[in-house]
């Protein structure tokens, strides 16, 4: 049944048995008998076929979200099994915003890769959204998020940045698109800034400041080596620094395979 639910969400999720199948690799007659299985196993209809595609039914969606749930226990439980060896192989997702990513990870990342050298890390880049929903379908076991919810990490802040001798008044911003926890803070602390430039990256944004275009609202760990460099100087103004929590989050101590239980302790003892 494992396969049948993950032809369900499949489907689910590319909209399509044609698209499902191509992703799954199996003809639409073999994946439309999986679909019959799971149907006639909880006596109900999960999927409506249509002309644009198919969805699910009510009684689908119950299915599809246990499943989710179910499937990622079994994963787990089978990743706990294969890293009970002493952590000599294995695997451990983390995700984590930009800042996390690039500044506050590697050198704990690489710590941990010294210390198993058999376990892979994967690391994504994603908004608190992402990772969060992420994190819930077990497509994450840790993510570093801004608090307040999850284990106290870390303390950081937002400040106002510019390239030596500009000033903040009548200076334009410059910050990323919607969707990320530095655009929010912007736009709740600076409601009527003049945005000139949405960037994807912090090196990117951090460039177009220090050429002088203009000023944004940053991580203080994104940059203090900067600042101290002098590429770039601290404004003042009386809604910065705004402080902020990072906290590491997951789906509870107990779930952790042994490979992300002991990436955690390691985070947490950092």
Do not use: N
């Not at 690799?25 to 149907?39: C, D, F, G, K, N």
């Not at 952590?87 to 995700?95: A, F, H, P, S, T």
Request: net charge positive; proline share 6%.
């Amino acid at each position: 049944m494992m396969d049948d639910l993950k032809h369900l969400l499949l489907i689910a999720e590319r909209g399509s048995f044609t698209r499902a199948a191509r992703v799954a690799h199996l003809t639409q007659p073999a994946l439309s008998v999986s679909i019959q299985r799971l149907e006639q196993a909880f006596g109900a209809r999960l999927l409506d076929r249509g002309r644009h595609g198919a969805a699910l039914t009510p009684a689908g969606h119950e299915v599809a979200s246990r499943a989710r749930v179910a499937l990622a226990a079994i994963e787990d439980a089978r990743r706990a099994v294969a890293e009970l060896a002493g952590l000599e192989k294995g695997v451990v997702r983390i995700g984590a915003g930009a800042t996390t990513a690039t500044y506050l990870l590697p050198p704990l990342l690489a710590r941990y890769r010294k210390q198993h050298p058999g376990v892979r890390i994967v690391l994504k880049e994603l908004t608190r959204a992402e990772a969060g929903d992420q994190l819930e379908r077990g497509e994450l076991d840790l993510a570093v998020l801004t608090g307040p919810e999850g284990e106290h990490w870390r303390d950081d802040a937002f400040v106002l940045v510019a390239a030596p001798g500009v000033k903040l008044a009548g200076a334009p911003f410059l910050t990323f698109p919607r969707g990320t926890v530095t655009r929010a803070m912007l736009d709740r602390h600076f409601p009527e800034a003049e945005i000139v430039m949405e960037l994807g990256s912090i090196a990117a944004i951090k460039h177009h400041v220090a050429e002088g275009i203009g000023v944004a609202l940053i991580s203080l760990a994104a940059v203090e080596r900067d600042v101290k460099q002098g590429r770039l100087s601290r404004l003042r103004h009386p809604a910065t620094p705004i402080p902020r929590e990072l906290v590491l989050c997951h789906r509870g101590v107990a779930r952790l395979p042994p490979a992300a239980a002991a990436l955690r302790e390691l985070l947490l003892a950092a």
